[in-house]
């Protein structure tokens, strides 16, 4: 009877024990099913949200409830920038030669919805589309072309590029090419032509710069002729103008001289001294013939204003008398009076 007794409490116990056990694991199931159905969406991020398999909507950046069992979260997409490195791949030009590439892709998800559900991986088809595009591209170049015509390159790029992943909620930002590696051979054909090329440059700005100094040489020297050649000018202009202005002054300094002989009221016998003066001047050259006027050889008519002028003769005898050479005066020596016309 006690052992019964016992038994039922011992029961009694144990699912009491069991229910408060339940009980925690369920109030401990709820708490995990609230939190788990607060959601917070960071900054910069989109949540693509499914009910029951089915997209419902999309969720911006902070704190969603989530219905739990019925709602999922079925992409996360991070509306930052990414870049997309793609290995060297080898390309074919138009002359048939072949190049390795590299490009980087600079993308962002302007749309989550598109980009979960607009292809299975966005970013490895946009890899694959890139690598494509980038072999059409380039196809149509040439070696030379593709070398020097990045930027058309990067541009053809990436407006195909972004045109193609709109339906994927991707936008393509840029494209940039990081290498172009032709090979080997073409690089040492490139660089054999590109050392010809800057040996010919040398050679042409040498040439052209002996031509420069030669020619800036010629118009110095000219330049020099022209300005002694404009000095010479000027000083004889100047030497000119100073013999015409002696002239000038001096025929009118004669011209003042016989205003002032007429204001003087000369007469015939200054003119006449005048005259005789002009003609010693004439007289007292080197020259072997004298050419005389008319006027002057009826002047000197009168022969003792010609003598007493010109020095001609001696018309006026000297007031001394020179001593004889014969004659001793008696006063100083009459042992030697020598009598002229005498034999002694």
């Known amino acids: 009877m006690v052992s019964a007794v016992l038994m039922k409490a ?5 699912g009491q024990v069991l229910g408060i056990i339940i009980t925690i694991l369920v109030i401990l199931f709820v708490l995990i099913v609230i939190f788990r159905s607060i ?23 902070g704190l969603h409830l989530k219905v739990p069992i019925i709602e999922r979260i ?39 919805k598109l980009f979960a559900y607009g292809a299975h991986d966005p970013v490895v088809a946009l890899e694959n589309l890139s690598a494509t595009t980038l072999r059409n591209i380039v196809g149509e170049l040439t070696l030379d072309e593709s070398l020097t015509s990045r930027d058309t390159i990067n541009g053809r790029l990436t407006q195909t590029l972004d045109e193609a992943t709109d339906r ?38 040498e040439a052209e710069g002996h031509k420069q100094a030669v020619i800036t040489r010629a118009e110095g020297d000219k330049q020099a002729i022209v300005l002694a050649a404009e000095g010479e000018r000027d000083a004889r202009i100047a030497r000119a103008q100073g013999e015409a202005q002696a002239i000038f002054l001096a025929k009118k300094a004669e011209a003042d001289g016989i205003k002032e002989l007429l204001n003087a009221r000369i007469d015939e016998r200054v003119l006449e001294l005048k005259r005789y003066e002009a003609m010693v001047k004439v007289a007292d050259g080197h020259s072997a013939k004298i050419i005389i006027p008319t006027d002057m050889v009826q002047s000197v008519k009168n022969p003792i204003l010609f003598s007493e002028m010109t020095g001609i003769g001696d018309v006026t005898k000297s007031r001394e008398k020179e001593p004889d050479p014969a004659y001793v005066d008696p006063c100083c020596d009459e042992d030697q009076v020598v009598i002229p016309g005498s034999s002694k």
């Open 10 to 14: 011992s029961s009694a116990n144990s």
């Open 39 to 61: 959601i917070i969406v960071p900054q910069a991020m989109q949540f693509v949200v499914e009910r029951l398999g089915k997209y419902k909507k999309t969720w911006e950046a």
């Open 74 to 112: 079925a992409k996360r997409a991070s509306l930052k920038e990414q870049v997309l490195d793609t290995p060297p791949q080898p390309v074919i030009t138009k002359d048939n030669v072949t190049i390795q590439i590299d490009s980087v892709v600079y993308f962002h998800i302007f749309d989550a």
């Open 168 to 205: 994927w909620g991707i936008k393509v930002e840029r494209v940039e090419l990081k290498n172009i590696i032709p090979p080997a051979e073409i690089r040492a054909s490139m660089e054999k032509e590109m050392k010809a090329e800057r040996e010919r440059r040398q050679t042409v700005l």
